[in-house]
């Protein structure tokens, strides 16, 4: 995973926890009263992180809250703007990837004749995909999706453009 200062990003979409102020990786599942917030650094209350696995991360943290304790609690999805049409990205948005400037977007079938007009390449059954580099970013969207108790607060969506979107890729670090 990517960190944007204190926050891990992966492919397309996470959820994000803000916790007396501060913004946190989370884990929700919808109907649940408890979230799980991670983080990098040792804070109070934090205790190490456990994988799926049973593996105890000495470098990684994580405390468990009651969503209405939260301030906030959204899903953060991201979308590239590509030849005047917004797409979801399959690649993750990782340094590493940033530093190849690679970026692979796709359509479903539903949007496939659009896809292969664009030159999308078939990758699954259903799915059409095209990697594409940074210069051929004309925007990049990002959309914030309430969750829990915090879902009737409506959509937020922000779009960056030219070297604002520079600036957000710049500060996503390994």
């Not at 990758?123 to 879902?151: M, Y």
Request: proline share 2%.
């Amino acid at each position: 995973m990517a960190k944007v200062g204190n926050v891990s990003i992966s492919i397309g979409e996470i959820m994000i926890g803000i916790y007396k102020g501060k913004r946190y990786v989370a884990d929700y599942t919808f109907g649940k009263a408890v979230v799980t917030i991670y983080s990098y650094e040792k804070e109070m209350g934090f205790e190490n992180a456990i994988s799926p696995w049973g593996k105890v991360y000495d470098d990684y943290f994580s405390k468990q809250v009651i969503a209405t304790e939260l301030d906030y609690l959204y899903e953060e999805r991201f979308e590239i703007q590509y030849q005047g049409h917004f797409f979801k990205i399959s690649s993750a948005l990782r340094r590493i990837n940033l530093d190849r400037d690679w970026f692979e977007i796709y359509v479903s079938l539903e949007e496939h004749q659009l896809g292969i007009s664009l030159g999308f390449e078939r990758t699954d059954k259903f799915l059409w995909s095209k990697e594409i580099g940074r210069k051929d970013i004309e925007a990049f969207k990002i959309i914030e999706v309430p969750q829990g108790p915090f879902s009737n607060q409506g959509i937020k969506v922000r779009i960056l453009e030219g070297q604002a979107i520079d600036d957000y890729f710049a500060s996503i670090t390994d």
